[in-house]
């Protein structure tokens, strides 16, 4: 209907529990019953300018991709939004052919391409917000992802807590979710330091290149005091670096100072929380002073996050997947299963009516022999469709093997019996050449002339050995029965010729020596 505005008719015959269905539709019905859908495509549309203030008029050209995009409906949508005609040039493959051809030459040293750079945005702001703990502290939010922030992006929120505490991350603002409510996460494992008070937790909120917000992980910052050296060299550094760890200090314990509730996320001001107290200056270098033949270190602690989202956790995804590894086993175990069975049935009906007729096994089985194979070729169809139907795959590969016993030997005696005479023949025409090349030896021909007598002995005795062989193999094979196994194999026939063949040539080919130089005379 793309193409035609006409009345399109529609037939099917035996659509279901016999009946038939016919009718007709054309563009004008189908728009209609589709409008619910072409309103939604206006609203999105129309949201493409709106979040950047982007003027029509800054607009190149629209480009549609696909083939359900590119109906007059969607087409007249397009061109009364954006006052350009859609252009159609590329189809979803070529797009994704063009895409990855310029990425590999962006990736390429040996290729020079303009600057290109494709920047995902956060299309929703996305506020975090944490409870007030039991200690007193009191709740707060932050927004961490305005609107068109580039993702994918992590940022680190600075906490000072002495418990466990939750985090709620929620969609702001006004957006097409019923539900804005992202989920929660509970930071585990966190206790106060040696004096009791809250300790640095730093939590790493990211947005994937998906646009899935998460909070990814959670370390616990746990500052301890260990005693000084008293070497003269130490003590020495410990005065010329009096300033510098006063600084350090004054940098630790400032946001110490602030509330607990306070979150340090790349100099922003929090929302929700209280003012920062300010310390006194003289008690803080009273302790400075005290603890000044003291070393602070800082350790980082993992800290467990448990994820209360809408979908699912690490532990039921590791259970579905272990569960998919299960179906793709068993899936894996019924196709072969079932790949036994065929091999099995397939066997039985090529055997069945190949020992039944003479122009393929039958003249190779005695009757008797026959006829009992044919009767337990017909028990064995019995039981795969009755007994046997859901076996286990062992079970018919067992019973493929006992019936390859019977009929592999008698697939090897036809293959003997009509590849013999072609390899008969070759070995006859080898021995043909060998003789004629003997003759040539014992007519001096100079071309032999360089071989020895003994050369032309070993010739003669391999000559003599192989042809009453092959003639021995003839009167053998020629009067043998079809049904019984031949008492020389085409194998052994290779053999000899090849066995034959490395002897001969080993004579016929040895290269003549090279004539002596004559030496130089020596000018007196």
């Known amino acids: 209907m793309s193409a035609n505005s006409t009345t399109l008719p529609l037939n099917i015959e035996c659509f279901m529990n016999d009946k038939d269905v016919s009718g007709d539709m054309k563009r004008a019905d189908m728009e209609s019953l589709a409008q619910g859908l072409l309103q939604r495509v206006e609203q999105t549309l129309k949201q493409c300018l709106n979040p950047i203030s982007l003027d029509v008029n800054d607009i190149h050209s629209v480009e549609v991709v696909g083939g359900s ?67 007193g502290e009191s709740a707060g939010e932050i927004e961490v992802f305005p609107v068109n922030h580039a993702v994918p992006f992590s940022k680190m929120l600075t906490f000072y807590r002495m418990e466990p505490f939750t985090l709620r991350a929620r969609y702001s603002g006004s957006i097409p979710y019923p539900d804005k409510e992202i989920g929660k996460w509970v930071i585990k494992d966190i206790r106060p330091n040696a004096d009791g008070k809250p300790q640095k937790v730093k939590v790493k909120a990211r947005v994937n290149l998906h646009g899935i917000m998460t909070i990814s992980s959670a370390s616990l910052f746990e500052a301890k005091e260990t005693p000084e050296p008293e070497t003269p060299e130490e003590q020495q550094a410990a005065k010329g670096g009096e300033q510098q760890q006063e600084a350090n200090a004054e940098q630790q314990n400032g946001p110490q100072q602030q509330q607990p509730n306070d ?25 400075a002073e005290k603890d000044k033949k003291k070393k602070q270190t800082v350790k980082s602690i993992e800290l467990p996050i448990e994820s209360l989202t809408f ?69 064995m169809e019995n039981w795969l469709y009755e007994e046997g139907e859901d076996c286990h795959k062992q079970v018919y590969v067992d019973k493929l093997a006992s019936l390859k016993e019977i009929g592999d030997p008698v697939h090897s005696r036809r293959y003997e019996h009509e590849t013999r005479p072609g390899q008969v023949e070759e070995f006859a025409r080898s021995l043909q050449l060998t003789m004629k090349a003997l003759e040539q030896v014992k007519s001096k021909d100079p071309k032999y002339a360089h071989l020895t007598e003994e050369d032309v002995k070993k010739a003669d005795q391999a000559f003599n050995h192989a042809y009453q062989w092959l003639e021995q193999t003839r009167q053998k094979t020629a009067s043998a029965p079809l049904h019984l196994s031949p008492s020389v194999t085409v194998a052994q026939i290779r053999q000899e010729k090849t066995n034959f063949e490395n002897t001969i040539n080993s004579v016929l080919n040895k290269p003549a020596p090279k004539a002596q130089t004559p030496p130089k005379e020596e000018q007196v």
């Open 69 to 135: 995009t590119r109906i007059p409906a969607i087409k007249g949508l397009i061109e009364r939004i954006f006052n350009r005609t859609p252009s159609t040039t590329l189809n979803q493959d070529e797009a994704v052919s063009r895409g990855c051809a310029l990425q590999c030459a962006i990736l390429s040293p040996a290729v020079r391409v303009r600057d290109f750079s494709v920047t995902d945005v956060q299309v929703y702001p996305i506020t975090v917000a944490w409870d007030a703990s039991p200690s």
């Open 263 to 287: 979150v340090d996320m790349d100099g922003q001001q929090q929302q929700g929380g209280a003012a920062p107290e300010v310390g006194s200056g003289s008690s803080w270098t009273e302790a």
């Open 311 to 379: 979908g699912f956790s690490n532990v039921e995804l590791n259970q579905f997947t272990e569960q998919e590894f299960k179906m793709i086993a068993s899936d894996k175990q019924e196709k072969e299963r079932a790949d036994a069975r065929n091999a099995f049935e397939e066997y039985v009906y090529e055997l069945r009516n190949k020992v039944s007729s003479e122009d393929e096994l039958a003249p190779y089985i005695l009757e008797k022999d026959r006829t009992s194979l044919v009767t337990r070729l017909d028990d």
